[in-house]
Structure formats: structure tokens, C-alpha cells
């Protein structure tokens, strides 16, 4: 796992966590986004801790660069920056996780363990933004009463939502609910539709904010 981050004291700390947390990982330090793309270049990194900013690259630059190089290599923000909008973005970009950097050690280590394992961690404190008192809906959101929203969700697809917040793969669901995997699919691609969203990320969001 590659830590990259321009503060020798949080890259250190950090690749602290991360070695404690797996027995059979090595720990890798970058401080900055063109030694990130060396790295990935040589095919050695399994997944990355990015920080947003770095000497070379500000905001979601290097992580877009990152993404050229290397699109599939999964990656986890970890940032000062936390503000929702920038957060949206970052896992538009196909990011697996988004840490702040005022986590904690446990909730760290429950983000990496999540991320290896196939999960996604989405923020909550990041992402729940409080609507202002008469605010409109966005544009497109999906009416309840037109068999669409939360409120359309069957029970077992809201289980399958609930999953989905914690991070869970379909595999992990199917065995967590006791049905196929091919059956979380179809309820996934469902969950989708009635929020009217493209992916499970958005899916998460979406429920956290309309609840």
C-alpha cells in the first residue's frame, strides 16, 4: 500500500495504521503525485492513501492523474478537505474511500480493512448536508408517489440499502441476508432506478439525504 502525503509526520502516522492493521502488507511513502505514478508505473501498489494536497497538484488534480495511469488500482482520500461537494466528486472519480483527516485510528482502520476487502467507505459526516428551510428538491429527484424514492424501497430492498451504507460488497450482502448473489443484483439494480442514481456511492448519498 502506498501512502502519499507531503507531511512526513501524518505519511508516517498513517503508514503506522496501515502496517498495523495487516500483517501481510508493505508499506510504501510517497510525498508527492509524481512519485505516485513512478510507483504505479512499476505495477507494485495494490492501493493508495492520497492526500488532496500536494507540491505537484491541488484539489482532485493528482487523483485524476492518477486515474489516467492507473484506473484500476483502487484508491482512498485522505484529506483535510471534507466539504460534500468535493467529496461528491472524488468518488465520481471512482475513488473507494474518502477519510478525513480528523478520523480516528479505529474508524481508519475500519475504512482500510473495508476498502481490502472489496467494500466502499463514504463519510457520513461528510456527505450530510443540511437543506436550508424551504428548500426545493434538485431538479429530477425522484417522486415518492410515483413509485420512486425511499419510500418506494420493498423491505428487503431497504436491508439491501442498509448493507450498501455499511459498505458491503453483493457477496458480502448475499451471505449477510442469506440469498443469491444474483438476487442482490437485481435488487441493487433496483435500489438504483427508484433513486434515480447511477451507482451505489450515489445510492448511499442519496438515501442519507432524502431520510
Known sequence: MLVADDHPLYR???????GDAFDDVEVLECEDVASVLLHLRDGAVDLVLLDLSMPDADGLDGLRRLRTASPATPVIICSALDEPQLVREAFSLGVSGYLPKSSGAAVTRHALQLVRSGGVYVPSEALLETAAPGAKAPAGDPDPGAGSGIGALTPRQQAVLALLEQGMSNKAIARELDIGEITVKAHV???L????VDNRVQAVVAARERR
Not at 508516517?12 to 496501515?18: E, F, P, R
Not at 432506478?193 to 434515480?196: D, S, T
Open 12 to 18: 508516517s502516522a498513517l503508514g503506522g495504521l496501515v
Open 193 to 196: 432506478r427508484k433513486l434515480g
Open 189 to 191: 439494480s433496483a435500489i
